[in-house]
């Protein structure tokens, strides 16, 4: 069964430092793969998504992820935290069936930013 | 250009009760999903609607029902509602053919006492 794993609940960066979010997949085929980011009380932001082609891919708010098939990974990557990246991140698989598409979502990591 | 849009924001029912969720897709969409986040968890699948029918649908029970009407906008009902299922819930919508271009709205925050 298709599923999402990420290992960390919660993790504290300073601000200015880099992150790095991992996310961890399983899936029969080639996977189609999102990140995305919910502030509170707020719905979900999609930050970049991996089809095909070029395993190292540029989202919006200078985030990036990287495709790793080896260890069907697909972690978040920024190199300088802003407090405003505070958020709860999610990584999602698409999961295509019959004639629909749906998302497969991990539990989130919450991102605190500190000063 | 409005993205997606729910109603109500907030709500809190008894247990035992029905409840109604209105989703309006943005522009342009004609496919609406809705997800179910309880606290702490990431959104779970509950059913997709294009053309006014259900395509698919998650590991939900039957008390989770749903519409579309004609302009694409969609209902969630939830009936017998349980405390169980305090979550906010997520609306998403897309265009058919184009895969995985979901828009969420901000959700409906549903509280069951």
């Known amino acids: 069964a298709q599923s999402v794993t990420q290992p960390d609940i919660h993790i504290t960066v300073s601000e200015g430092a880099s992150l790095e979010l991992r996310c961890n997949y399983s899936?029969?085929?080639?996977?189609?793969l999102f990140w995305y980011v919910q502030s509170p009380g707020q719905g979900l932001q999609l930050l970049l998504k991996y089809f095909s082609g070029d395993t190292l891919v540029q989202g919006i708010k200078g985030f990036e992820a990287e495709f790793k098939r080896s260890q069907s990974s697909f972690n978040l990557r920024k190199p300088s935290v802003h407090w405003s990246d505070a958020a709860e991140y999610f990584c999602?698989?698409?999961?295509?069936?019959?004639?629909?598409?749906?998302?497969?979502f991990g539990t989130g990591t919450l991102l605190a930013v500190q000063p | 250009d409005a993205g997606v849009t729910q109603s109500p924001t907030h709500l809190i029912k008894t247990r035992g009760q029905q409840v109604t969720l209105r989703c309006s897709p943005k522009s342009g969409h004609d496919t609406v999903s809705w997800y179910q986040q309880a606290l702490g968890q990431g959104p779970q699948f509950i059913f997709q609607?294009?053309?006014?029918?259900?395509?698919q649908r998650g590991n939900f029970p039957d008390r989770f029902s749903g519409h579309q009407f004609p302009n694409y906008s969609s209902e969630l009902n939830v009936n017998a509602l349980l405390l169980g299922d305090s979550a906010l819930y997520l609306c998403?919508?897309?265009?058919?053919?184009?895969?995985?271009?979901?828009?969420f709205g901000s959700g409906t925050r549903l509280t069951v006492v």
């Open positions: 609607y294009y053309e006014e029918e259900e395509r």
């Open positions: 998403a919508s897309s265009a058919r053919g184009e895969g995985y271009g979901y828009t």
């Open positions: 899936y029969g085929a080639t996977p189609y």
């Open positions: 999602a698989v698409g999961s295509y069936g019959g004639a629909t598409n749906k998302l497969i």
